[in-house]
């Protein structure tokens, strides 16, 4: 059952090992604040996430960024604004945040046909999401912050796929987009650039050095020729105790690579689908790292995000642990890394056995390696559950048939589910920070208001909303940092009440990120 997770799941954490079970690439394990001042913490499971809170608490500190490093959002855009779902996100972003500028667009003559009016701080703007000139003009007009998307349409391939990306592409292009895209990250190796020269700042360090027989080198791997610019290839080996490959960079201990403000570090890559690690050296001490892991799925390409929280102190490939009250004292300085190290072995991080690792050839196509800052979404698409459905296997439909069995999935009239799917795609290969919602069946009729939100990813999720629940679920999406990049089901169970906001913001952080670009057969060109 793992499998349709890893097929259609759009995070990669959940996993299916050599033995069958399903593990996470998380551990609940608490290292003390570094000298940025930023809390790092370890925490998958729910007892980690108990302990590291508390720890936080105590400490007056928090691992997860404020997004303050960019201007905040002063103003947005609904599009699709006089709609049922559209209109109450509009009412809902303003009663969350009186401050908010809202601009409600809406193609002309809409709201009078919908019988749908707002208070005087809503400025109504002109919007056709069929036309590429209407799109740019409202865009270069109300220049917003950010964008939400809440189109609903009966001419799904115009609208939930085409149109989506024209809107996504002109606000890429906008003043506000170019911002985003640029200063969100820091690029440590951008391989596209000159031929992949970047490839030659780093060197290999096998297992030779243990009387092992494995080798690696990482070599250009030329854009022109179907490559991603950059490669990380060799031979991996078990023979006389050997086991690991390692292609390392490295900057004076004088003159370190500094990454204070940072949130993590982000890879895009195409693999093989084996698991590959990441080592981040700050101290001279020998063979001392701090490390962390991702999966990769074969042939395809993958943009991976380690949270340096996710990063474990680990020596020998066993992890780091002194004693007594100084046991988690291990520290992550991100002013000091001397080392970037990608490594394939048979040990796990945290020491383990990697089961998933298989001796022999192994091939990692690079694109970029960079540095992260959290920030808020400044797009939030509202999709469906069920997207991706229509495209399980016949095992994948049998294995939840709860969920293959809904109407929409048999009838998907208009193959409106594939072309919402098609759109997710092209905001998540964007560039842009977003929040992608998939919303289960809307019903204000019978589902309550202000009940709890559960929010799962894999999309099997059945079950209701009622529309005010869902634009509050939109409008804490808007504002969280920790729902950037990530995509999720959404419904509601009462009678519990809705969650408060910090609570959203902790359901938020359980989120994976996204690292698959398309889960769509079909991509838009």
């Known amino acids: 059952?793992?499998?349709?997770?890893?097929?259609?799941?759009?995070?990669?954490?959940?996993?299916?090992?050599?033995?069958?079970?399903?593990?996470?690439?998380?551990?609940?394990?608490?290292?003390?604040?570094?000298?940025?001042?930023?809390?790092?913490?370890?925490?998958?499971?729910?007892?980690?996430?108990?302990?590291?809170?508390?720890?936080?608490?105590?400490?007056?500190?928090?691992?997860?960024?404020?997004?303050?490093?960019?201007?905040?959002?002063?103003?947005?855009?609904?599009?699709?604004?006089?709609?049922?779902?559209?209109?109450?996100?509009?009412?809902?972003?303003?009663?969350?945040?009186?401050?908010?500028?809202?601009?409600?667009?809406?193609?002309?003559?809409?709201?009078?046909?919908?019988?749908?009016?707002?208070?005087?701080?809503?400025?109504?703007?002109?919007?056709?999401?069929?036309?590429?000139?209407?799109?740019?003009?409202?865009?270069?007009?109300?220049?917003?912050?950010?964008?939400?998307?809440?189109?609903?349409?009966?001419?799904?391939?115009?609208?939930?796929?085409?149109?989506?990306?024209?809107?996504?592409?002109?606000?890429?292009?906008?003043?506000?987009?170019?911002?985003?895209?640029?200063?969100?990250?820091?690029?440590?190796?951008?391989?596209?650039?000159?031929?992949?020269?970047?490839?030659?700042?780093?060197?290999?360090?096998?297992?030779?050095?243990?009387?092992?027989?494995?080798?690696?080198?990482?070599?250009?791997?030329?854009?022109?020729?179907?490559g991603l610019g950059a490669a990380f290839t060799g031979y991996v080996s078990l023979d006389q105790n050997g086991g690991f490959c390692q292609a390392r960079a490295q900057w004076s201990p004088s003159s370190p690579l500094n990454l204070v403000g940072y949130d993590g570090i982000e890879l895009v890559v195409r693999g093989d689908g084996r698991r590959y690690k990441v080592n981040l050296k700050n101290t001279a001490e020998p063979e001392f790292v701090f490390q962390a892991s991702f999966d990769t799925i074969k042939g395809e390409r993958l943009r991976v995000r380690l949270p340096f929280s996710d990063f474990l102190p680990t020596k020998r490939g066993k992890l780091a642990y002194t004693d007594g009250s100084s046991m988690y004292s291990d520290t992550l300085a991100l002013d000091s890394i001397t080392a970037f190290s990608l490594v394939v072995s048979k040990i796990e991080t945290g020491g383990m056995t990697n089961s998933a690792f298989v001796p022999g050839e192994f091939k990692l196509e690079l694109e970029s390696i960079s540095a992260f800052y959290a920030t808020q979404p400044r797009f939030v698409l509202l999709s469906s559950a069920a997207v991706t459905r229509p495209f399980w296997t016949e095992e994948e439909k049998a294995a939840y048939s709860y969920a293959s069995a809904i109407p929409i999935v048999q009838l998907n009239p208009g193959n409106v589910l594939g072309e919402k799917l098609r759109g997710e795609d092209f905001l998540r290969a964007s560039g842009l920070p977003y929040c992608i919602v998939r919303a289960t069946g809307l019903n204000d009729k019978?589902?309550?208001?202000?009940?709890?939100?559960?929010?799962?990813?894999?999309?099997?999720?059945?079950?209701?909303?009622?529309?005010?629940?869902?634009?509050?679920?939109?409008?804490?999406?808007?504002?969280?940092?920790?729902?950037?990049?990530?995509?999720?089901?959404?419904?509601?169970?009462?009678?519990?009440?809705?969650?408060?906001?910090?609570?959203?913001?902790?359901?938020?952080?359980?989120?994976?990120?996204?690292?698959?670009?398309?889960?769509?057969?079909?991509?838009?060109?």
């Open 1 to 226: 059952l793992a499998r349709v997770d890893s097929r259609w799941g759009v995070h990669c954490a959940v996993r299916e090992s050599a033995c069958g079970r399903v593990h996470e690439n998380h551990h609940s394990v608490v290292v003390a604040r570094n000298r940025s001042g930023n809390g790092v913490r370890m925490a998958a499971n729910p007892l980690g996430q108990v302990l590291s809170r508390a720890l936080d608490a105590l400490s007056g500190s928090s691992s997860s960024s404020d997004g303050s490093r960019l201007q905040s959002i002063a103003s947005v855009l609904v599009i699709g604004a006089t709609g049922k779902t559209g209109s109450e996100v509009v009412r809902s972003l303003r009663e969350m945040n009186p401050n908010l500028r809202v601009f409600a667009g809406c193609r002309d003559g809409s709201a009078q046909e919908r019988g749908v009016s707002f208070d005087e701080q809503i400025d109504m703007v002109s919007v056709d999401v069929t036309e590429e000139g209407s799109i740019t003009g409202a865009i270069q007009k109300v220049k917003p912050d950010a964008i939400v998307w809440t189109v609903g349409s009966r001419t799904p391939r115009e609208v939930d796929a085409e149109g989506l990306a024209k809107v996504v592409a002109a606000f890429s292009e906008s003043a506000s987009g170019r911002i985003l895209k640029s200063s969100r990250t820091q690029y440590l190796f951008d391989f596209t650039k000159n031929g992949g020269a970047a490839a030659s700042r780093f060197s290999p360090l096998d297992d030779v050095i243990m009387g092992g027989v494995s080798a690696s080198r990482m070599d250009r791997d030329p854009i022109s020729s179907g």
């Open 446 to 525: 019978e589902q309550p208001m202000n009940s709890r939100l559960v929010l799962t990813q894999g999309d099997r999720a059945v079950g209701r909303i009622h529309r005010k629940d869902l634009a509050k679920g939109i409008s804490y999406a808007l504002q969280s940092p920790q729902a950037a990049f990530k995509t999720f089901e959404i419904e509601s169970k009462p009678p519990l009440p809705m969650q408060s906001e910090s609570e959203m913001e902790s359901d938020f952080a359980r989120l994976q990120p996204d690292c698959r670009l398309q889960l769509s057969p079909q991509s838009i060109t």
